[in-house]
Each structure stands twice: as structure tokens, then as C-alpha cells.
């Protein structure tokens, strides 16, 4: 057996893979099971006080799990980061289910294209419904383009770590939409480069209109934490809620046939403005936020 894993370990990719739980016994098993058969030389959970049982799952697949606390999804994953200790950090979350090779190929995508920061395409994991569907459409007209990007997500993703030097998933970031403040703050940099690779990794949708509702609230909350603490991103930001998703990405939709993504790029805008809304009003209320 210890034959076996220093065999593994001599051939592992220089990556270390970041995985940030929070109560994610029902899904983050698959997951860790997809990023061990792709051999990375660490894997490292970083778990928010769970109160179910991601921590026991985590520990039968890596001995680096971190517990966190008075835990945010931005300092979880620099905590991750800082325990890194490969020249690569790939941010994988527990909902993506990769194949074989997929961390390799995300690697040759960050070197092809010369990037800082390379995230996958998406596909489906599967389809249940009618909204997965419908958001396998909008990947597909908004998301899965090789190339350079203004704007892309932080997982799943690989990062070159010698550009947290520079910048880090810290407090100064909104705890709750990580890649927003992120992306923004990294395109003060100058010479960042970063964009969609060629790769294209597993996604397992959310499973009905009720947790998709859920979940665009949610980046809503986000949106407005990035105004609060960027009000000079306010306008841009209400575009894109309001006139990019339901109106333009709309009509792009219909040019191009995906009939299904209709409603969720409506659903999105609107439930996003909404949660905008009301991230806004929390956040000047308890002042948490320093307004640049």
C-alpha cells in the first residue's frame, strides 16, 4: 500500500485542489471521488462548521480537512490557499464532477492561453428537469466561450498562486458572491490575464424552480453587498440585472434557438435585482461594508 500511494505521488500534478464545504454530506463524496481519480498531489477541504456529516465524508478522502470558523465562503477559500503548497490551486466546489484528466486539461488551458487564472466550461451533470435544461442553454450562450474574459468565476477554476501576493479571497471581499469583488479588484492589476478555457467540467444543476429562486436571491445578496462597497459599480450592475439578462441575453436566446433559457435569464435579472435590493438595505443598515 505505501508502495502504491508514493507511485501516486510521484506521477500527481503539481495542483492542489480547494473544495469549501458548508452541510455538504449529500453531494460532496461524488465530488471528492471525481477529484482523487484525477491525482492531484493535495486535496484540501476547507469545511464551514458543518453540523451534518461532510467532515467525516471529507476525511475518508484527504487527511488535509481544515475546519473553519466564524467561517464565510471568501475567507474559506484563502484559508485553503494559504495551506497550498503546490505552484497551481485548482477551486473546485462541491457541486462539479469531474473526469478523468479534467485538472490536467485545465492546466494545459491556463499554459495554451497563457492565463493567471483559467475557469472550465460547463456542462450538465444530468437533467432532470425543465430548468436544468434551461440553464444548460444559457451556458451555452453566455458562459462556454474559449478566450479571454472581463469577468469569469473563481470554480471551478485553476489560479496560479503567485497571484495571491497580490490579492486574496480576504474580508475586504463580499462573504457571500465570492467572484464579483474578486474579478474586479484583480482587473486593477495590472498584466492579470484570465478567461474560459477549452475545458468543459460537470455541473450538478439544482434540482426546482424553488431552489433556483433560492439561489439567484442569493447572487442577488451578493450584487449588493458589491454596490454597497462599490457604489460606482451600482449602474453597471443594475444594467445587467435589468437589461442584459432579461432583455438582451433574452433576445439572443431566441436568435439562436435555446427557447428554455428565455425564462431563466428573466427569472435570473429580476430575482437578482430583487436580492440586490435587499443586500443593499442589510448591509447599509449594519454599515459592515467600508464604501470605497
Avoid at 485538472?103 to 497563457?114: A, F, G, N, T, V
Avoid at 492565463?115 to 460547463?122: E, H, P
Avoid at 454597497?228 to 439572443?252: C, D, E, Q, W
Wanted: aromatic share 12%; hydrophobic share 40%.
Amino acid at each position: 500500500m505505501k508502495a502504491i500511494q508514493e507511485q501516486r505521488l510521484a506521477n500527481s500534478l503539481d495542483v492542489s485542489v480547494v473544495v469549501c464545504t458548508k452541510n455538504e454530506e449529500s453531494r460532496i463524496e461524488d465530488c471528492l471521488k471525481s477529484i482523487v481519480n484525477n491525482n492531484p498531489a493535495e486535496i484540501i477541504v476547507v469545511d464551514g462548521e458543518s453540523t451534518d456529516a461532510t467532515i467525516e465524508i471529507a476525511k475518508k478522502y484527504t487527511n488535509k480537512v481544515i475546519q473553519s470558523s466564524n467561517s464565510n465562503l471568501t475567507r474559506d477559500r484563502q484559508i485553503g490557499i494559504d495551506a497550498a503548497k503546490n505552484e497551481y490551486v485548482a477551486m473546485i466546489d462541491s457541486d462539479h464532477r469531474l473526469l478523468k484528466g479534467d485538472i490536467r486539461s485545465l492546466l494545459d488551458d491556463l499554459r495554451r492561453y497563457d492565463f493567471d487564472i483559467v475557469q472550465s466550461q460547463l456542462i450538465s451533470f444530468a437533467n432532470h428537469n425543465f430548468w436544468n435544461k434551461a440553464e444548460e442553454q444559457s451556458w451555452q450562450l453566455t458562459h462556454n466561450f474559449p478566450g479571454p474574459k472581463s469577468m469569469i468565476g473563481v470554480a471551478p477554476a485553476i489560479f496560479k498562486k503567485k497571484i495571491f501576493e497580490k490579492i486574496q479571497f480576504d474580508d475586504n471581499i463580499t462573504s457571500t458572491i465570492d467572484d464579483t469583488d474578486f474579478m474586479y479588484r484583480l482587473s486593477k492589476i495590472p498584466g492579470m490575464k484570465y478567461g474560459i478555457g477549452q475545458t468543459r467540467i460537470r455541473q450538478l444543476h439544482f434540482g426546482s424552480f424553488r431552489t433556483y429562486f433560492k439561489k439567484f436571491k442569493w447572487y442577488g445578496m451578493g450584487d449588493g453587498e458589491f454596490c454597497v462597497k462599490h457604489p460606482n459599480r451600482a449602474g453597471s450592475m443594475i444594467f445587467h440585472l435589468l437589461i442584459r439578462y432579461p432583455i438582451i441575453y433574452t433576445l439572443r436566446a431566441i436568435k439562436r434557438g435555446k427557447f428554455k433559457a428565455i425564462p431563466f435569464f428573466i427569472l435570473q435579472g429580476y430575482v437578482r435585482f430583487y436580492g440586490m435590493i435587499c443586500g443593499v438595505m442589510r448591509l447599509s443598515l449594519s454599515k459592515k461594508f467600508i464604501v470605497e
